[in-house]
């Protein structure tokens, strides 16, 4: 009975961590580029269960187990982590000669803090007031020569699909520095839609073979989260959470009166 509670209290857990991460993907479902989470739970490991009344009878050359088995126990769920789901978002046109969409592989690279390199599906971008391309919280977007500065207006900007930048008199400004990786969820998310490799995730730049992506001026990718299938998630994580909640109650209930009985013997 009390290993019944740890299971229910084990259900609840996962339950809220579930909860979490879906709540999360519904409320960035109007995030450009953004990549949903989705969480992976793993059972305990299994016990054997056997009768206790028997005996294992001892003999000179090894013993007998008598004790019939009962079956396996599950001693409840646990978390596995999550994962990211790097499909592609739909694109939406905006016309902004800013905003820029990736279809295939690959993520804007952009630069963090300390220097450090940070990977994003999103592309609505600014220019700042030295005339460089940042994104919406202000960092930098890389090309292949470093951060991409255009001394001219907005709208004579040009990005070809190969993510050629020219400025207004048809001169070549620089070219997006566009990353994908062999082993993408080895990625780590940074928050802010930001994601960072840990070492291992084996970046392959788009001047490298294996990258295949094409730039689409004008639009943003919306997020791959599907919120109609988030929020059914949701309704059916509450009724698990409330149905561990319920087992809880009962087994507490049950535990209670034993105590009492075995008081008053």
Do not use: C, H, W
């Not at 305990?44 to 126990?73: C, K």
């Not at 050629?164 to 520095?177: A, K, P, S, W, Y």
Request: net charge negative.
């Amino acid at each position: 009975m009390i290993r019944g509670l740890y299971t229910s209290a084990s259900g609840m857990v996962v339950s809220q961590e579930r909860m979490d991460v879906a709540t999360n993907n519904l409320a960035n479902i109007n995030t450009p580029g953004f990549r949903e989470q989705i969480y992976v739970s793993k059972s305990y490991p299994e016990n054997e269960v056997v009768r206790t009344d028997d005996n294992v009878t001892q003999l000179p050359r090894g013993s007998i187990d008598q004790r019939p088995q009962v079956g396996d126990l599950n001693t409840g769920v646990a978390s596995d982590g999550t994962y990211t789901n790097f499909e592609e978002g739909k694109l939406k046109r905006t016309e902004n000669p800013l905003d820029l969409a990736i279809t295939g592989d690959g993520f804007f690279t952009v630069e963090g803090d300390d220097g450090e390199e940070y990977y994003t599906r999103d592309g609505i971008f600014t220019m700042n007031e030295e005339g460089s391309l940042v994104t919406g919280n202000g960092r930098y977007v890389l090309g292949e020569e470093g951060r991409i500065t255009v001394d001219d207006e907005v709208e004579g900007i040009s990005v070809a699909g190969d993510g050629t930048i020219t400025n207004g008199d048809g001169e070549v400004v620089d070219r997006l520095q566009i990353t994908s990786f062999e082993n993408p969820q080895r990625l780590q998310n940074r928050g802010e839609n930001f994601f960072v490799d840990d070492g291992e995730a084996q970046p392959i730049t788009d001047t490298d073979l294996g990258a295949d992506f094409t730039i689409q001026q004008g639009f943003q990718e919306i997020s791959n989260t599907d919120p109609i299938r988030e929020l059914i998630n949701t309704i059916e994580i509450q009724r698990l959470y409330e149905m561990n909640s319920q087992m809880i109650s009962q087994q507490n209930e049950a535990l209670g009166q034993s105590f009492q009985r075995v008081a008053g013997s």
